[in-house]
């Protein structure tokens, strides 16, 4: 143990030392030439001969000490965080290099078996959440649409299989956000070219189930049409927060999803801070919801940017600017 110690106290700084050494040398050769010019005891000529020799070697010396950092450097230049090249540092770690390089890629090897392994993790979790989450909810949804033909079921039986279905609508759009927000890249995120009406126009239905037997209106307003290419599953569930968010801060009145061109905005009544005593509230008093944080993680992560503002009257505007939109043709 104690021989392994003093190996790695003498390779410690030996670059710093060598490239000293060389310098050392160099400047003691001047001082020797300028010496012997100095007193007639070698020519001037010979004198800066012996000079330049000298410097010429200290640059050799210097750029072959210099080539363990290079290598380095230059692996270092394509090195792609998301698939770190394990091969190309266990080759640059078998190579003979200066104990200050080793140290430098035996840390940069642990880290890049750490992302590596949080890689395989991600992938590993995504897939089995996606499975083991989906599952159960599939299986309620169509329990429920079993229980729903049921003939002899009471009227408190229909409410709570209305609150079911609504509670389950909920659940399937935070698991699908999550599982979106838990990816530490895009990939697996098919793109393509799609009609934000039409993708609107089912999350307007899917929310008017959860505002059944409430005094909330929600209603599209479609005044432009346009196509983005991109995921329809992120921007589904991006709109969707933003409606149920929405929901979330209106007790009563009319909720407005506006489609602009290349933008998307959601409109609702203020939430009255002061409600009568004894009135049961359904929505929350917090303007920042849960819903709206993962909205706007959803909109940080795709680049889409998201604002939110009051009008005259208290109202409240979520809006969605979309950098890219596409026409559609009548």
Same mark, same amino acid.
């Given at each position: 143990m104690e021989g392994s110690k003093s190996r790695g106290t003498t390779r410690r700084g030996s670059f710093k030392a060598r490239i000293a050494v060389v310098f050392t040398l160099q400047t003691l050769v001047v001082v020797i030439?300028?010496?012997?010019?100095?007193?007639?005891?070698?020519?001037?000529?010979?004198?800066?001969?012996?000079?330049?020799?000298?410097?010429?070697?200290?640059?050799?010396?210097?750029?072959?000490?210099?080539?363990?950092?290079? &290598?380095?450097?230059?692996?270092?230049d394509g090195w792609d965080s998301e698939r770190p090249d394990m091969a190309a540092l266990d080759e640059q770690k078998g190579r003979k290099s200066d104990g200050d390089v080793s140290k430098l890629l035996r840390g940069l090897h642990g880290l890049a078996s750490r992302l590596e392994g949080y890689s395989e993790r991600e992938r590993n979790f995504t897939r089995d959440a996606s499975h083991?989450?989906?599952?159960?909810?599939?299986?309620?949804?169509?329990?429920?649409?079993?229980? &729903?033909d049921e003939t002899d079921l009471s009227d408190f039986g229909h409410r709570s299989l209305e609150r079911i279905r609504r509670s389950t609508r909920e659940l399937e759009a935070l698991v699908e956000a999550f599982l979106i927000l838990s990816r530490e890249s895009d990939q697996g995120l098919a793109e393509e070219d799609f009609i934000v009406n039409t993708v609107l126009r089912q999350e307007v239905d899917y929310a008017r189930?959860?505002?059944?037997?409430?005094?909330?209106?929600?209603?599209?307003?479609?005044?432009?049409?346009?196509?983005?290419? &991109?995921?329809?599953?992120?921007?589904?569930?991006?709109?969707?927060?933003?409606?149920?968010?929405?929901?979330?801060q209106t007790d009563h009145g009319t909720i407005v999803v506006t489609v602009m061109p290349g933008s998307v905005s959601v409109i609702n009544p203020a939430v009255d801070t002061t409600p009568d005593p004894g009135t049961r509230r359904h929505a929350s008093v917090n303007p920042h919801g849960f819903d709206l944080a993962i909205a706007r993680r959803l909109s940080d992560r795709f680049e889409w940017p998201l604002e939110t503002r009051s009008l005259p009257g208290a109202s409240r505007v979520s809006s969605?600017?979309?950098p890219n939109p596409q026409a559609v043709e009548a």
């Amino acid at each position: 143990m104690e021989g392994s110690k003093s190996r790695g106290t003498t390779r410690r700084g030996s670059f710093k030392a060598r490239i000293a050494v060389v310098f050392t040398l160099q400047t003691l050769v001047v001082v020797i030439a300028s010496v012997m010019a100095a007193n007639n005891v070698a020519p001037i000529g010979a004198a800066i001969a012996i000079m330049l020799s000298s410097g010429g070697l200290a640059w050799l010396a210097v750029s072959r000490e210099w080539l363990p950092v290079a &290598a380095l450097a230059k692996l270092l230049d394509g090195w792609d965080s998301e698939r770190p090249d394990m091969a190309a540092l266990d080759e640059q770690k078998g190579r003979k290099s200066d104990g200050d390089v080793s140290k430098l890629l035996r840390g940069l090897h642990g880290l890049a078996s750490r992302l590596e392994g949080y890689s395989e993790r991600e992938r590993n979790f995504t897939r089995d959440a996606s499975h083991e989450l989906r599952s159960p909810l599939t299986v309620i949804k169509m329990s429920s649409d079993m229980l &729903a033909d049921e003939t002899d079921l009471s009227d408190f039986g229909h409410r709570s299989l209305e609150r079911i279905r609504r509670s389950t609508r909920e659940l399937e759009a935070l698991v699908e956000a999550f599982l979106i927000l838990s990816r530490e890249s895009d990939q697996g995120l098919a793109e393509e070219d799609f009609i934000v009406n039409t993708v609107l126009r089912q999350e307007v239905d899917y929310a008017r189930e959860l505002i059944a037997g409430r005094p909330v209106e929600l209603i599209l307003d479609e005044p432009a049409t346009f196509a983005l290419h &991109a995921s329809p599953r992120v921007f589904a569930v991006l709109c969707g927060q933003l409606i149920r968010h929405a929901l979330q801060q209106t007790d009563h009145g009319t909720i407005v999803v506006t489609v602009m061109p290349g933008s998307v905005s959601v409109i609702n009544p203020a939430v009255d801070t002061t409600p009568d005593p004894g009135t049961r509230r359904h929505a929350s008093v917090n303007p920042h919801g849960f819903d709206l944080a993962i909205a706007r993680r959803l909109s940080d992560r795709f680049e889409w940017p998201l604002e939110t503002r009051s009008l005259p009257g208290a109202s409240r505007v979520s809006s969605v600017r979309f950098p890219n939109p596409q026409a559609v043709e009548a």
